[in-house]
């Protein structure tokens, strides 16, 4: 029988459930079970593809184009879970399929309510996420904070769905166990309103993980159990962690939460090897030097804007063996520039800061400082070397200029003077051919690649052969349109850019080709500086 486990959050929000699940995750497919996972948010967007990321962050992109939450970026870097569209669901979308049948006539004369009908739909998706790759667990985590009026219905279905499935289901709640300095001991009161909150909507947690600053003592473990109708061995610390967010496994492993779920769930239990993991943090303990990336962008205030950006730059440079800085650059502050190992131009929409970059550009290009631009980053490099290196003074995206004379970046609908297909996003993967004895081509090893999309903007084939002539290397190809997906310039150690998004498909375990060799060229760099 298919296994469930739902984790919710309480207390506050920011708790890094979305890290957890994904360590959970991770621990029991080391324990040999596959592993399908679910992000339920109970926001009213259908996706959050129309989010500002300033808001709500990074929007991460799955293979079959679903835009989603970061957190299934957590789930990718840890574990090996296939996500696709069946791996997420917002009220939104759930509210839409509801009010659709309703509209089609499904529901034939019924009144149309959120118990049943929300709560019905809800939990059919939950049984979709672990169908189609016929995993052994599905993993749901529920957004939002327990007591938040949007996430009701999601937590109903969960009670409903455990009620009818009981032997197959178990409940985390994550909940924060603050120190507080006046009181100079740690308090749970907060922990039991949380679980009391949860109880009255008829969801009793099976195991409890306490975020908390140091490890709990057993007396105020044992205090958790008898307030929260949990056994003291179903009470688990989850304690900040010092190094690097890929410690959380290995410290959630060393308290054996895994064992504990496995016997809860009655699955058959082996031994754990994190010996991959162990490695990445002795790793990041022990660098040769630091590193400075630039990244120049505009929604550098919300620490999680570029969330897989960074984590992804962080992947290279632990397999380097180097400690990295990231430098947040505004794009419309360049003077702030200067003095980095290297620059990356990570992908963005609209005209603030445009011009930023394509000074960061230049700057790279000129002093041949290593560069890395991802889409609107490729558009960028694309642009500056238009202007100043095939001397098209007006090049420019209509994106930022809609009239511009040189539009080396353009709507496909604006190339082939097409009207009516202009303004939809290119979304998901796409297979990409590499030039032979390109930079692309010695990171991948492998001349045809698949990438994941987010974008309107192409570059303009009327421009290529006046750029390569220049030095402009086009070095990836989508055939079936004859898109040009990668941009690389020549006379220069690393400047590559890139129209999708690598940075989706960087694991600690597995860094991403072109993030590995971007930091070793920024290691080239510093050493000949
Ligand atoms: N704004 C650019 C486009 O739509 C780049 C998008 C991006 O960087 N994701 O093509």
Request: charged fraction near 25%.
């Given at each position: 029988m298919r296994k469930y486990i739902f984790v919710t959050g309480g207390v506050v929000s920011s708790l890094g459930k979305g890290l957890t699940a994904a360590s959970l995750a991770l621990l029991l497919e080391k324990k040999g079970f596959s592993i399908a996972m679910l992000k339920l948010d109970p926001y009213l967007n259908v996706d959050p593809g129309t989010m500002n990321p300033f808001e709500h962050g990074e929007v991460y992109v799955t293979d079959d184009g679903m835009e989603t939450d970061l957190d299934l970026g957590h789930y990718y870097r840890y574990t090996s879970a296939h996500l696709s569209r069946t791996s997420t669901a917002t009220s939104g979308q759930i509210y839409e399929t509801v009010i659709r049948k309703e509209r089609q006539g499904d529901y034939l004369g019924k009144t149309v309510q959120v118990i049943p009908h929300i709560t019905d739909e809800i939990k059919q998706r939950i049984v979709q996420a672990g169908e189609k790759e016929q995993t052994d667990v599905v993993l749901v985590e529920i957004g939002g904070t327990v007591g938040d009026i949007e996430s009701l219905p999601f937590l109903e279905a969960i009670r409903q769905f455990c009620y009818e499935h009981s032997a197959d289901t178990l409940k985390i709640h994550m909940t924060y166990v603050p120190h507080l300095e006046a009181a100079g001991e740690v308090k749970t009161k907060p922990t039991q309103h949380s679980v009391q909150t949860l109880r009255s909507i008829g969801i009793m947690p099976d195991l409890i993980l306490c975020r908390c600053t140091s490890s709990l003592s057993e007396e105020i473990k044992a205090k958790i159990s008898l307030f929260c109708h949990v056994?003291?061995?179903?009470v688990f610390d989850e304690i900040d962690v010092k190094t690097s967010i890929y410690e959380v496994p290995l410290m959630l492993h060393r308290q054996g939460v895994a064992n504990r779920i496995c016997e809860l769930l009655s699955l058959p239990s082996k031994e754990v090897d994190l010996a991959e993991w162990e490695r990445i943090i002795d790793r990041v303990r022990n660098p040769k030097a630091t590193l400075t990336v630039g990244v120049v962008g505009k929604?550098?205030?919300?620490?999680?804007?570029?969330k897989s950006v960074f984590e992804a730059l962080q992947h290279g440079a632990i397999e380097a063996g180097y400690h990295l800085e990231i430098r947040a650059i505004?794009?419309?502050?360049?003077?702030?520039?200067?003095?980095?190992?290297g620059y990356l131009v990570p992908g963005g929409f609209g005209k603030r800061g445009w011009e930023g970059k394509i000074e960061a550009a230049k700057l790279c290009r000129e002093q041949k400082i290593p560069y890395f631009g991802i889409c609107l980053g490729m558009q960028v490099l694309v642009v500056e070397f238009a202007r100043h290196v095939l001397g098209l003074e007006n090049a420019d995206s209509t994106e930022m200029n809609?009239?511009?004379?040189?539009?080396?970046?353009?709507?496909l609908s604006e190339q082939q003077q097409v009207t009516d297909m202009g303004g939809t996003m290119r979304l998901g993967a796409y297979p990409c051919l590499l030039a032979e004895g390109s930079l692309a081509m010695r990171a991948y090893g492998s001349r045809s690649i698949s990438e994941r999309h987010r974008h309107r903007y192409e570059f303009n084939n009327k421009y290529k052969a006046l750029a390569e002539k220049h030095g402009l290397l086009l070095s990836g190809h989508y055939e079936a349109e004859n898109l040009c997906e990668i941009a690389e310039v020549q006379d220069h150690p690393w400047m590559v850019g890139v129209q999708f998004h690598p940075e989706f498909k960087s694991r600690p375990t597995e860094p991403h080709p072109l993030f590995r060799d971007f930091v070793k060229a920024m290691v080239s760099y510093a050493e000949n500086r």
């Open positions: 056994p003291p061995q179903s929604y550098l205030q919300h620490k999680d804007a570029y505004e794009s419309d502050k360049s003077e702030e520039m200067g003095g980095c190992d809609p009239t511009t004379t040189e539009p080396v970046i353009s709507l």
